[in-house]
């Protein structure tokens, strides 16, 4: 389990990368993190081997030095991709994520089977249709619920990692925050049941 540095911290926030976009790497061969980057969305790995010229351990997902080479940044974060943005909720965790996918349901299957959060109650909850440009507005929808954002643990092949894209509120703000987020017109479907709704109202874990 890989923590960023203060360094590292600020060189992400200097350079606007949203921490959803991070993936902790440690203990993981480059092939491993990479591909498993590749499958749940993920641009930077953390933790990684330290790169030959400072030892800095943040890389892009070709696995290229971001911190040598910052001009790496903005190719890794083309975000015109189409793709779906979805709310998941965890009702044991208190837990909401928001994340693109292209597809949902075997998204769903990967984050109950990676407990996200120490959670695997994760159900989708809504869901966009498909959307160009869907990486910028999950970056909008989390800039909007920031205040709301937990760290939260995940597990890969018995692993334990780090993860920066969980928040604990209510799915009404989940919600507004990305109706504000997509373009006018977008749909967005409820892919939940009005009780199951409901039940993730006033979720917000004590401060
Ligand atoms: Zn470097």
């Known amino acids: 389990m890989a923590k960023l540095s203060e360094a590292q ?62 001009s790496r940044i903005a190719y890794a974060l083309r975000f015109s991709k189409p793709g779906h943005v979805y709310i998941l909720g965890s009702l044991t965790g208190k837990l909401i994520k ?34 160009n440009g869907a990486g910028k507005i999950e970056a909008a929808a989390h800039n909007i619920l920031e205040a709301h954002r937990v760290t939260g643990k995940s597990c890969r092949a018995g692993e334990t990692h780090i993860t920066y894209e969980l928040y604990s509120c209510d799915y009404n703000n989940a919600k507004s925050a990305l109706e504000s987020a997509v373009p006018e017109g977008t749909k967005i479907f409820t892919k939940a049941s009005q009780p199951v709704l409901s039940a993730f109202k006033g979720l917000e874990r004590a401060a």
């Open 9 to 70: 911290i600020q060189f992400l926030k200097a350079h606007k990368i949203d921490p959803s976009l991070l993936y902790d790497a440690s203990g993981q061969s480059s092939s491993d993190w990479r591909g498993a980057m590749k499958k749940i969305g993920k641009k930077f790995a953390f933790g990684t081997s330290p790169c030959g010229a400072e030892g800095h351990t943040l890389r892009s997902r070709h696995g290229h030095c971001i911190q040598c080479d910052p």
């Open 98 to 131: 928001i994340g693109v996918t292209t597809e949902l349901a075997s998204r769903v299957a990967n984050v109950v089977s990676m407990q996200y959060g120490n959670a695997s109650d994760w159900q989708p909850l809504a869901v966009t249709e498909k959307i």
